[in-house]
T-cell receptor
Framework: AQSVSQHNHHVILSEAASLELGCNYS??????LFWYVQYPGQHLQLLLK??????LVKGIKGFEAEFIKSKFSFNLRKPSVQWSDTAEYFC????????????FGSGTRLQVQP | NAGVTQTPKFRVLKTGQSMTLLCAQD?????MYWYRQDPGMGLRLIHY???????AKGEVPDGYNVSRLKKQNFLLGLESAAPSQTSVYFC????????????FGPGTRLTVT
């Protein structure tokens, strides 16, 4: 079974700081990778996704992520965060076959201070 | 086009009571999922369905049952609620096929006392 690790549980940044959230997964086959965001009191929204092709993917709101297959990683980045980025961020993977259910990491709570 | 909707939004149950959570989607998606979200644990899959009339267990199915009698609806039942089932429940749906993302509902916050 696959698993996902997010090593940063709580990150506090000042506005305009750069962000990088780590995500590592374990699975022996081909996976699809996602980052979801959950703003306070809201449901999950897709930030970006990787299925194949260019390992550097761009998402909404200036976020990007890089898939490094050799490291089983899919880290999320943003060059300059804003107060409105305060949210919880989840990395998720799904195998490229079967039920395609998502396996989520435990989440990273990002707090951006103005 | 409402996407994925869930009812109710909030519910408080006493231990031993039963209830059904309803998930509905209007996107003609084949696959539907129920997850629960607990602090520090991300979302975990309870049950899922790959089509009308079919359901299967996920990673944490104990204490829950599901039914998918219509393609657009996916029901999650708790026959005898326990405090350990206090959680936020999310439904999701997606089209069949590889290059497809899941769409999530707004969630149901359930408290079992």
């Amino acid at each position: 079974a696959q698993s996902v690790s997010q090593h940063n549980h709580h990150v506090i940044l000042s506005e305009a700081a750069s962000l990088e959230l780590g995500c590592n997964y374990s699975y022996g086959g081909t996976v699809n990778l996602f980052w979801y965001v959950q703003y306070p009191g809201q449901h999950l929204q897709l930030l970006l996704k990787y299925f194949s092709g260019d390992p550097l993917v761009k998402g909404i709101k200036g976020f990007e992520a890089e898939f490094i297959k050799s490291k089983f990683s899919f880290n999320l980045r943003k060059p300059s965060v804003q107060w409105s980025d305060t949210a919880e961020y989840f990395c998720a993977v799904t195998p490229d076959t079967g039920r395609r259910a998502l396996t989520f990491g435990s989440g990273t709570r990002l707090q951006v201070q103005p | 086009n409402a996407g994925v909707t869930q009812t109710p939004k909030f519910r408080v149950l006493k231990t031993g009571q039963s209830m059904t959570l309803l998930c509905a989607q209007d996107m003609n998606h084949e696959y539907m999922y129920w997850y629960r979200q607990d602090p520090g644990m991300g979302l975990r899959l309870i049950h899922y369905s790959v089509g009308e009339g079919t359901t299967a267990k996920g990673e944490v199915p104990d204490g829950y049952n599901v039914s998918r009698l219509k393609k657009q609806n996916f029901l999650l039942g708790l026959e005898s609620a326990a405090p350990s089932q206090t959680s936020v429940y999310f439904c999701a749906s997606k089209l069949a096929g590889a290059i497809r993302e899941q769409y999530f509902g707004p969630g149901t916050r359930l408290t079992v006392t």
